[in-house]
């Protein structure tokens, strides 16, 4: 037995052999397993080195040339769209204002004309031969009128120079008179030589007067020769005026835009002055019917502002009325709405019967945030935008849009009033979360 002195043992020195067994397969299983930990996290190791070693380099996107748009605020016109055609509301005739013959058929019933299109030529002989005697008039006096003035120039041109040289003359014999005068107090001459002198003075003086009596005549006959022929020109010339205004009848012309309905003639036809010649539907008059569904209607009313597009153009006009009664159609049951365009010269320059696509407004949404529709729209797929922040950045922003007003798009989530978004292209950068900016690459998209 031990005694109190001697070393206690808390195990017996000899064990069970099953225990010991036990505990040797432990000891191994616990360093076989954390020889596989180590395994694994080696592995893994090596394979995120190999990952990131392989992997594609994530360069970061920097804009450095851009623009930017801020979402605004605006009112959205709500529209109701509707089909139909562009149509004539009345009629108008062209009459024959001379009596002729038909010498040329241009266009017959159904044939669109545009304003001043030629329908018909008539032939007047009687009408042709007064206008070339006429015409004959006004050469021959013309030619007499020139002559007249040649004629009177000479005539006067000669007289003239006749007087210009009495008054030289005149003038040396008075230079001479005041020679003789002092030589005659002198006692140089006789009183004879003095009065000799004083009498060619005087005769000269009377020469002049005379010339100029004779010129102030002939330019006064001239004159009046000049204005005879004249006063026959113009009554010739009127002549010839109301002749080829008659004459220009002849020739028939579309006095609007429109189409023939009525008016089949033939070459070599008589027609007497006032005669109808053609009926065409006038274009100037015309407005678009349209067809709106029978479910829609009752938002359209007289007077509400539409849009008609007519051959790729947008013209802007008014509902005019609303038919009481609703048809049958092949496309349901619809209601016929007249629209008439809001500039009168409008509606003649548009083809009779196009087809035309229209929004009428019934109503409008006050302070919708939007943004000008732009290269971001289609690159952005139309549901998401680059919106930029203030450190520099811009992040991309999904977005639902709403009502499109022309060029507006109206924005339903994801942005406020305020906002700024990449107005320019996405693409190239488009799969980026988000991108940084050069400040002083911006440039400001004014709404």
């Known amino acids: 037995m031990p ?11 000899f064990e069970h052999p099953a225990s010991s067994a036990s505990q040797r397969r432990l000891l191994r299983l616990g360093l076989q397993g954390r020889l596989l930990l180590f395994a694994l996290g080696l592995v893994s190791l090596l394979g995120w080195g190999l990952y990131a070693g392989l992997r594609p380099p994530t360069d970061e996107v920097f804009l450095d040339s851009y623009q930017v748009v801020e979402v605004g605020l605006r009112t959205f016109r709500v529209l109701v769209p509707a089909e139909g055609s562009i149509v004539p509301t009345s009629l108008h005739i062209v009459p024959a204002m001379v009596e002729a013959r038909v010498a040329e058929v241009a266009s017959r019933p159904g044939d669109d004309v545009e304003a001043g299109a030629v329908l018909l030529r008539l032939d007047a002989p009687g009408l042709r031969e007064e206008l070339a005697e006429k015409r004959f008039a006004v050469a021959r006096l013309r030619v007499e009128l020139a002559l007249v003035d040649a004629v009177a120039i000479r005539e006067l041109t000669q007289l003239e120079a006749d007087l210009l040289e009495q008054v030289e003359a005149r003038g040396r014999a008075e230079a001479e008179l005041d020679r003789i005068r002092a030589l005659f107090r002198a006692g140089a001459v006789s009183q004879a030589q003095l009065a000799e002198q004083e009498a060619r003075v005087a005769e000269l003086l009377r020469r002049q007067v005379r010339l100029e009596e ?4 002939a330019r006064h006959e001239a004159v009046l020769r000049k204005r005879l022929i004249e006063t026959q020109l113009e009554a010739a010339l009127d002549e010839v005026a109301r002749l080829e205004a008659r004459a220009g009848l002849l020739e028939v012309r579309a006095p609007f835009s429109g189409r023939i309905l009525q008016g089949d003639w033939t070459v070599g036809a008589l027609v ?8 065409v539907a006038d274009l100037s008059s015309q407005v678009a019917r349209l067809e709106i569904p029978a479910r829609q209607v009752n938002q359209v009313k007289p007077g509400q ?14 509902v005019r009325s609303v038919a009481p009664l609703a048809r049958q159609t092949d496309h349901g049951t619809t209601v016929e709405v007249l629209v008439e365009l809001a500039d009168p010269d409008v509606p003649a320059r548009l083809r009779p019967f196009a087809p035309v696509t229209a929004e009428i407004e019934v109503g409008r949404l006050e302070g919708q945030p939007y943004l000008p529709r732009g290269p971001f729209y289609t690159s952005g797929e139309g549901s998401f935008v680059y919106k930029v922040t203030d450190d520099g950045r811009a992040v991309r922003t999904d977005v ?15 942005l406020k009033p ?7 292209s996405y693409v190239g950068f488009r799969d980026r979360r988000e991108i940084r900016l050069a400040p002083e690459g911006m440039r400001q998209v004014e709404l």
């Open 214 to 217: 004779e010129l102030a005549a």
């Open 418 to 424: 305020g906002d700024r978004i990449i107005y320019s």
């Open 305 to 318: 502002a539409a849009t008609l597009y007519v051959e790729g153009t947008a013209w802007p006009g008014k």
């Open 272 to 279: 007497a002055e006032g005669a109808e010649l053609f009926r």
């Open 400 to 414: 639902s849009y709403g009502l499109v007003d022309g060029t507006a798009l109206q924005i339903l989530a994801g």
């Open 3 to 13: 005694t109190w002195d001697e070393p206690r043992y808390d195990r017996p020195i």
